[in-house]
Structure formats: C-alpha cells, structure tokens
C-alpha cells in the first residue's frame, strides 16, 4: 500500500465516521473509494477501533502494574470506555454492524484480549471459552453505569445465562 493509498483510506474512514454522526442508518449506504464493499470498510473500522483499545489498554494495564492493589479488571474497564468515549462515532458504527459476518473473527479476538488483559482468561486456556469470557465480561461493562450515570435495567440476570 502506498502513501496515496494510506491518505485515501484514512481520509474515507473519517468521512464514513463523520457521516456516521450526522446519520448513522445513512452511513453505510455508499462506500467510499478506496473500499470495494461494506465489509471491507467495516474491517477497517474495526482495526481503527482495536489499535485504540489495545493501545489505552496496554498503558492502562502498565499504569496498574505498578499500583499497590493490581486491579486489571478496573484498568481495562476504563481503557475500554475511555476507548468509547474518545470514539463515539466508530463504535455506534462498529455496533450498528455486529452481526455481520465480516466482523465475527475480529470481534472474537477483541473479545479474547479483553478477556485476557483483565485477568479473567489465561491464553493457554481453549479459544473459545476465552472469547466466550470476553463476552460476558463486554456485557457486563455495557449494562454497568459509570460513575455518577443512573443504573439501565438490564444488569446481571441477563449475563448469567451466558456464561
């Protein structure tokens, strides 16, 4: 890929992003060059989205490291929605999309390094049940409020028939 090719990229990501804010059911109706088909795009997307969290997670897991009480589960709560926060645009985009199959892979792998980098999966343990921890534990951030935001009604009756 050549620099034109990286700028054209870049620059038709921050156009899909932008009009994913202004409409996001609109969003996705054309695809911008350089990408053949929506699946490629969300593919960028989603690696757009994991360079961000794998970045805010790796400097929030050293942050933890070196606490006198290693919470990683909290450190990577706070990357995640930190990561979310920063990216409202990308991530309603990504969650318009969940279920299309071009995501399913790079989701799970999403899902096996949050698992991991909490602490709540060793990486010799099956794929599936790491991604499977993943999960339920990315549930569980979506129905917990953060600090000083009213509960939602979902909460953990919900996740217990998941795990």
């Not at 606490?67 to 909290?74: I, S």
């Not at 990577?76 to 399913?104: C, K």
């Not at 790079?106 to 921890?133: F, K, N, S, Y």
Request: proline share 6%.
């Amino acid at each position: 890929m050549s620099w034109n090719d990286f700028h054209q990229r870049q620059q038709a990501l921050a156009e899909t992003l932008d009009s994913a804010r202004r409409d996001l059911s609109a969003a996705f109706d054309t695809v911008p060059t350089p990408f053949r088909d929506t699946g490629e795009l969300l593919a960028a997307l989603q690696h757009k989205w994991m360079q961000q969290l794998t970045g805010r997670v790796e400097v929030a897991l050293d942050d933890t490291e070196d606490a006198p009480h290693d919470d990683r589960v909290k450190a990577v709560t706070m990357a995640w929605r930190h990561t979310v926060n920063a990216n409202p645009g990308l991530r309603a985009a990504l969650d318009v999309h969940s279920d299309d199959p071009t995501l399913a892979e790079a989701t799970a792998r999403e899902h096996r390094m949050l698992a991991i980098a909490a602490g709540l999966a060793e990486e010799h343990e099956p794929a599936q049940d790491i991604t499977r921890v993943g999960r339920a534990f990315l549930k569980l951030l979506r129905a917990t409020p953060e600090p000083g935001e009213r509960a939602r009604p979902s909460g953990l009756r919900k996740l217990i028939p998941s795990l």
